[in-house]
Each structure stands twice: as C-alpha cells, then as structure tokens.
C-alpha cells in the first residue's frame, strides 16, 4: 500500500485552515443494498420528511441573521476603499458569512446522521437545486442549500456503510404511495388524500413514501438476487417476488432409473 500525502492552506475570513489528504491505494467495496429503507423528501416549508413520518423544519440560518449582516454591509459601504476601518468592516461581513456557512454545514451533518441511524437504505430526489435558485424563492432555496445537503448524505452514507440512491423527481407530490394512483395537488394542498383508496397523510411525507417506492424498484431489478428484492416485502406499493433460487418443476418426462 503505498500512501500519496496533500495539502491546501485556504483563508476563510481571517482564519486559516489547513486540509490534509492521504490517498492511498486501497479498494473499498460500497454499501450493500439491505435493511430498511427510507425516502427523503425536501422543501422549503419542511426542510425534510422521510417515508417513516419524521419531519424537520427548516432552520434558516441566512434568514435569522439577515437583519445583523445588512447592518454590517451598510457600514461596510460608508468606508473609504483600502483603508483600515474599510479592512475590519469587511472582515466583520465575511466572518459572518463563514458563520452561517458552518453551522448550516453541521445542521446537514447530524441530519446526514440521523438518517443513518434511522435506516440502512436512503433514497433522494435526482433534483437538480440550480434551476429552483432562480425562481422567486431563490434566496430561501440557497439558504436551505439542498444540493450540500444530498452530498453531505451520500458521503455519510458512504462512510457509515448505508446504501444511497437517487431515484426520478417527476411527479413524487401527484402519487399516492398506496395504490400508486395519480393525485393531482396544487401547492397550497398540504394533505395528501387518495380518492382511489381513501389513503390520507401529509403530502411531504406521502411524496417520501412514493420516492422510497421507486427506490424499492430501482434495485429491485432483474438480475439481482435475493436480499434486495426482500426488502420489498410488506411495503405499500410493492409485490413479493419470486426468488430466483426457487426451484422450479422441470418441462418434459423424466428418465426412469435402472434398476
């Protein structure tokens, strides 16, 4: 094994921090497909809802300290250029700026965390957050930052040995994870309730069950055998199948021993 050590020396406000990297040559299998799995809705007026019923609101670190950061800009723009107080102004803004970096960095770690303690399997919408950012509730879609979030997840799971996968966005809020029936809702109906089957729940969390449902049939593929194809089991949406080490009775006559 042979170990190829690097580092970088960045500047974040007026603090420094050194990050050390050690590659080494060493292959590690990933995750299994096993165990319980969950789906991971997220938005804005909840910041997650999983298939289990487990909701989170959404912090709003930027939100919270918008008031104290416009202050500091104000004064910040009343400095002369390049002088000293123009120096401590502008540190003063990007020491908040790093302030509310890191603790919403750690508000998606121990989420990442508590997702894992929860399952074995997690799945996510394959969303892409740059096209939301830029609509009217662009400045609440950054601050919540969900694209950090899906890869702060993905590596924690990853370092902890949970399956991750990302499964199609399209439609997730206009299925009923029961009877897989299509619901049309607008965004002001805040409850999910079938007519088909009479299912009734919150729409965010209905929207993780559906997301866990295609998670489900993602990997239960054909192909692949045995443990994935078991956690289907008992899931709304879902049928048993058939393993493929079943054995099955054989076509034709058989031949009779000698005796």
């Keep these: 094994m042979t170990l190829v ?3 970088i020396v960045i500047r974040k406000a007026d603090r420094w921090y050194a990050i050390i990297n050690i590659q080494c040559h060493v292959s590690i299998p990933n995750p299994m497909r096993h165990g319980h799995p969950i789906g991971v809705d997220v938005g804005l ?3 997650l809802a999983t298939s289990d019923g ?10 919270n300290l918008q008031s104290r950061l416009k202050v500091l800009q104000r004064r ?4 002369r250029k390049r002088s000293k107080k123009y120096e401590k102004a502008r540190i003063k803004v990007a020491r908040l700026h790093h302030t509310i970096d890191n603790t919403r960095k750690d508000f998606h770690f121990k989420q990442a965390h508590a997702l894992c303690d ?3 399997m997690v799945f996510m919408e394959d969303l892409d957050y740059r096209i939301m950012a830029k609509g009217m509730l662009g400045k609440h879609t950054l601050d919540a930052a969900f694209a950090q979030f899906r890869a702060i997840t993905k590596y924690v799971c990853w370092k902890r040995g949970k399956f991750f996968a990302e499964v199609n966005a399209r439609g997730t809020s206009q299925e009923c994870p029961e009877c897989g029936a299509e619901v049309r809702k607008d965004l002001s109906a805040r409850v999910h309730n079938c007519p088909n089957c009479g299912y009734i729940t919150d729409r965010d969390v209905a929207s993780g069950q559906v997301i866990r449902n295609r998670g489900i049939a993602l990997i239960s593929t054909v192909g692949q055998t045995g443990i994935e194809s078991a956690c289907a089991v008992g899931l709304p949406g879902t049928e048993e199948t ?3 080490s079943e054995a099955k009775p054989r076509k034709g006559k058989t031949r009779k021993t000698r005796k």
């Design 118 to 120: 929860a399952s074995d």
């Design 5 to 7: 050590p690097n580092s």
């Design 76 to 79: 910040l723009s009343r400095k």
């Design 242 to 244: 058939q393993s493929r």
């Design 54 to 63: 487990v909701i989170v609101k959404p912090p709003k670190f930027f939100k």
């Design 45 to 47: 007026e909840k910041f």
